[in-house]
């Protein structure tokens, strides 16, 4: 207790020293720089590099750790990033990019920055799309056929098919030719996944014993020094806690405020509360490995037994809304000709008993001597209260059509591995969020069913695979939003999963971080230009 006392009064010293110098010191925008950003994370990441990441914790780091060819503004639009300029072909197959020449990786103090060349452009594409490489990039970037170097500061991409809005595509993150220890594909237990290297506005210091996740200004970046100094991403298992810590202070903002926690922060003049409408939704995921769950009608009588309306009104004060199928709503994908299914326990039984299940004299329905038990697997720990709340309420509603459901929480990367990698489950709680892309391609195409891939639940079907693929071919977006249509209604009557809602996001933050601007789902998009006041650094 001494010692941090000590190390408290230290700080406040060296605080002033540092602000009488910061007040010199101010970017090109005139705004001050300087100060520390903690923001709260519910969860830890599983890997740190923009190619095995599959994780929104992650997809956040990535923001402020590394850049694409080309990047979005504010306004949506399409913007040079690592490319200052390009070109396409007439007829739309070849993509050439002119790349900047003042860009450097991060360097460790008293190290000299390497230069960013075409070569980690063309390396960055090929360890992506190596067979050996586990990513849900791939099946996102399988419309190019090469990426050739044709001199130090110019590359060329060339399609094997037109794509629409491909330019948007090349938004991938870059990563160093010198970065990974296997220069041909990137696996998760090579040390470049925990300790990356990019070009981005921030680099990574260290990640702490404690999950903590250091960043620190890249005082080198090409589009000028980011004003704030350090962002410390601070890991939470629990929600109602990662919400206090916000309230005293103790991080500056929270990314995904607990929706019970709302009106708390709204009557408090210390915090900003912002909502940012992510392409997002949650869902119970099936294995369709088992038998019991291989057949439809048993995942449609699930989806029929749950009153979802009661659940988002109960656990989420009703910020959201109930969807009936894979596209997130406000996507341009989304079909609002599909209804979500009506709670209906009458017609989930009158299912169950059609696929052959009879009630025992517990109430459990079983099949051919095989009970209808099953396990739910969800991430992080029982702490977070909305998410137990909403897994419990799940296993209530089906306890009542005879689905016998063994709830067990586990850590974020043991849970990760049970559901990707092991297949380790019958039924999972999860959220995906989405780009503008609307491509759900890795997660019910069937050639993404593997360890680490998407697709966990070993979901399969012809139509399907065929409906994905033309979707890809088409040049003609009308078209394309009709094959999407008909993708909507198919998987919302296949139920490969129970789609329950997407809620309207708020991140929370003390009003000392100024000109924020939140990227939907990218979140840090435009974090270098977020500054804190001088008083309060």
């Known amino acids: 207790m001494k ?143 090469e990426a050739k170097k044709l001199d ?71 589009l000028g020094r980011p004003h704030i100094d350090r962002f410390v991403a601070k890991p939470f298992a629990d929600q109602n806690i990662m919400n206090q810590a916000l309230m005293f202070n103790s991080i500056d903002m929270s990314v995904l405020v607990n929706p019970r926690d709302i009106p708390e922060l709204q009557g408090d003049k210390r915090y900003v509360l912002q909502p940012y409408n992510a392409l997002s939704y949650s869902f119970f995921g099936y294995n369709l490995r088992n038998p019991l769950l291989a057949d439809k009608r048993v995942r449609k009588a699930f989806t029929l037994a749950i009153n979802r309306d009661e659940m988002l009104d109960s656990f989420f004060n009703s910020r959201g809304t109930v969807i009936s199928g894979p596209f997130a709503p406000g996507s341009w994908a989304y079909n609002l000709d599909v ?71 586990m850590e974020w990367q043991a849970w990760k591995e049970a559901v990707f990698l092991n297949h380790e489950f019958d039924i999972m709680f999860a959220s995906w969020v989405f780009d503008d892309s609307a491509d759900i391609s890795s997660l019910f195409h069937s050639a993404e069913i593997g360890d680490w891939k998407n697709n966990f639940g070993a979901y399969s079907n012809p139509e399907v695979d065929g409906l994905l693929a033309e979707a890809k071919l088409s040049l003609d977006h009308e078209k394309k939003r009709t094959i999407y249509r008909k993708l909507h209604a198919l998987l919302a009557e296949e139920s490969p999963y129970t789609f329950l809602w997407t809620l309207t996001n708020y991140a929370g933050y003390n009003k000392k971080i100024r000109h924020v601007n939140i990227h939907p789902y990218k979140f840090f998009t435009f974090a270098d230009t977020w500054y804190i006041p001088e008083g309060k650094q």
Request: glycine share 8%; proline share 7%; charged share 20%.
């Open 152 to 222: 130090d500061y110019t590359v060329q991409f060339i399609l094997k098919r037109p794509i629409l809005n491909a330019l948007a595509k090349f938004t991938f993150k870059i990563i160093p030719e010198f970065g990974p220890q296997n220069s041909l594909y990137l696996r998760r237990d090579d040390p470049f996944v925990r300790n990356p290297i990019g070009t981005g506005p921030y680099r990574l210091e260290e990640t702490t014993a404690n999950g903590e996740v250091v960043m620190v200004a890249n005082e080198n970046y090409f």
């Open 339 to 409: 209804r979500p299914d009506p709670y209906d326990t009458e017609k989930a039984r009158a299912l169950l008993q059609e696929a052959g299940f009879t009630a025992g004299s517990d109430g459990f329905m079983s099949k051919n001597g095989m009970p209808l038990k099953l396990s739910l697997k969800v991430p992080i720990a029982k702490e977070s209260e909305a998410t137990k709340r909403v897994v419990l309420a799940f296993k209530s509603y089906l306890k009542k059509i005879g689905a016998d459901i063994d709830v067990e929480f």
């Open 3 to 145: 010692l941090k006392t000590s190390i408290i009064s230290l700080v406040a010293i060296g605080g002033a020293l540092v602000a009488s110098l910061v007040m010199a010191q101010s970017n090109a925008d005139g705004r001050p720089v300087g100060g520390v950003l903690n923001y709260g994370e519910y969860g830890r990441p599983a890997s740190l590099d923009p190619v095995t990441s599959n994780d929104m914790i992650a997809l956040r780091i990535n923001e402020l750790l590394f850049n694409g060819l080309v990047g979005i503004n504010e306004k949506q639009e399409i913007v040079p990033e690592l490319a200052q300029k390009w070109q396409v072909s007439p007829d739309g197959g070849v993509y050439t990019f002119t790349l900047r020449q003042d860009v450097k990786w991060h360097a460790k103090a008293g190290e000299t920055p390497r230069p960013f060349t075409a070569n980690d452009v063309v390396f960055t594409f090929n360890i992506m799309m190596h067979p050996k490489t586990v990513t849900p990039l791939k099946v996102r970037y399988e419309f190019i056929q």
